[in-house]
């Protein structure tokens, strides 16, 4: 059995985070070092590395939940041209979601979060507050 993942952490309450939704099988939550304002990440509470992992249900409802997210973020975002995905499990050994609102290619493909957009706590709970269901 692996080590309890970041993201298996802020599932349990073991630290904190700017939740924006909650199911039994999913969590969305505001990245604090977004690439991107309004960059969110979606997790399944099983704790995979990749969405191949996942049992059928949870990866149903991943999905599910990714699409929910998406669209509040296009109702939220409405001057932005797309809704961003990007899946993955590189950092943190458990699969995610990011959705982030962009306009251009060059917003799509930011890899390293823009230090000006992170960790500012009082626009975090803000933004949280808007985006939250």
Do not use: C
Not at 7 to 17: L, R
Not at 48 to 58: A, K, Q, W
Request: proline content about 8%; cysteine-free.
């Amino acid at each position: 059995m692996q080590p309890d993942s970041i993201f298996t952490k802020i599932i349990k309450g073991e630290i904190p985070s700017y939740k924006i939704y909650e199911d039994d099988k999913t969590l969305a939550f505001l990245d604090i070092h977004p690439v991107q304002p309004g960059m969110v990440l979606v997790v399944p509470k099983t704790q995979v590395e990749t969405f191949m992992d996942l049992p059928d249900e949870d990866y149903i409802a991943f999905w599910q939940t990714v699409k929910k997210v998406g669209q509040r973020l296009r109702q939220k975002f409405p001057s932005k041209k797309r809704i961003a995905i990007q899946v993955e499990g590189l950092e943190v050994p458990h699969l995610h979601a990011k959705l982030f609102p962009f306009d251009t290619a060059d917003e799509f493909r930011a890899t390293k979060p823009n230090a000006e957009l992170g960790a500012n706590y009082e626009s975090l709970a803000e933004l949280a507050k808007l985006l939250e269901f």
